[in-house]
């Protein structure tokens, strides 16, 4: 190969997430790099790149009829996971779009979304929610922070739809010391990321003062307003605040939450 494919950071990081040799679907692909780096470097064999909007699909369309590999990767036009068919992906990638967006694609086809081994989602915002979401429908089976260009990624990686199956976060949340295992312990937990912490991730330290910063200026804000529900709202952002001001402080400690 002359020219070897490279990626971005984030990018590259959601690459390297992808088990080798399964088959991947990049929904909303925009420039498909993601999957015409898989499949050049040969760590897949084949690929279905996706895009609901005409103007990335046409883009998408000609960075794979460049590729030396167009005949692997098949370029769709289409909402969400409608242009696949159930069962036809291992990996479903949904990168570089908000939460809502990411959860409304996964709840328009439960049987496809479900019919995938991994979903690896990068939202651009409401990280919180979607793990929230994963929570209630799904199995949490990694968590990944980037950064790029001065900011922080997080990246989810997990399926859905497996009643009763083991959540390996859930588990070792569990065993975590009583007061970390009440609801407002657990959910802050398990809204900044129950496997970041778990595996003591560099860059969560960072990832959290950067939470600690916004939920302040939310507060700020909330400060100004009067009644009975911004009265609750205040309260619930200030007890979040003491308990992550309280896990950032002990982060330098052995065990990360104490
Ligand atoms: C910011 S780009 C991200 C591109 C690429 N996934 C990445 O992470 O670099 C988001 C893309 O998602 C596409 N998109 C948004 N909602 C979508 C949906 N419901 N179905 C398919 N594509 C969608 C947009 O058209 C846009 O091209």
């Known amino acids: 190969m002359d020219n070897p494919p490279t990626l971005s950071p984030r990018l590259k990081a959601l690459a390297d997430l992808v088990p080798v040799g399964k088959t991947v ?36 369309l000609t960075q794979v009829q460049k590729s030396g590999v167009a005949h692997r990767i098949a370029v769709r036009l289409g909402d969400g996971l409608t242009p696949l068919e159930e069962g036809e992906a291992e990996v479903i990638v949904l990168a570089g779009m908000g939460a809502g967006t990411i959860i409304s694609i996964l709840e328009g086809d439960p049987g496809k979304s479900s019919s995938a081994d991994r979903i690896l989602a990068q939202p651009m915002a409401g990280s919180e929610k979607l793990r929230a979401w994963i929570r209630e429908k799904g199995c949490l089976l990694n968590e990944e922070i980037v950064r790029e260009g001065g900011r922080l990624y997080e990246i989810e990686v997990f399926r859905t739809g497996r009643a009763n199956e083991v959540f390996p976060a859930m588990a070792w949340a569990r065993s975590l010391p009583p007061e970390w295992r009440t609801g407002a312990g657990m959910a802050l937990i398990f809204g900044l990321g129950p496997i970041l912490l778990a595996k003591r991730h560099p860059l969560f330290p960072a990832l959290l003062e950067e939470k600690i910063r916004q939920w302040e200026r939310i507060l700020t804000v909330l400060e100004k307003g009067r009644g009975g529900k911004i009265g609750q709202k205040k309260e619930e952002l200030l007890s979040r605040l003491q308990l ?15």
Do not use: F, M, Q
């Not at 909303?28 to 897949?44: F, K, M, R, S």
């Not at 992550?244 to 104490?258: D, G, I, K, Q, Y």
């Open 244 to 258: 992550a001001r309280r896990l950032h402080n002990c982060w330098s400690e052995e065990t990360p939450v104490r």
């Open 25 to 60: 679907a990049d929904i909303g692909t925009d420039h498909a790099a993601l999957p015409i780096y898989l499949v050049e470097l040969g760590l897949i064999s084949a690929a279905v790149a996706t895009e609901k909007a005409a103007g990335p699909y046409r883009v998408a």
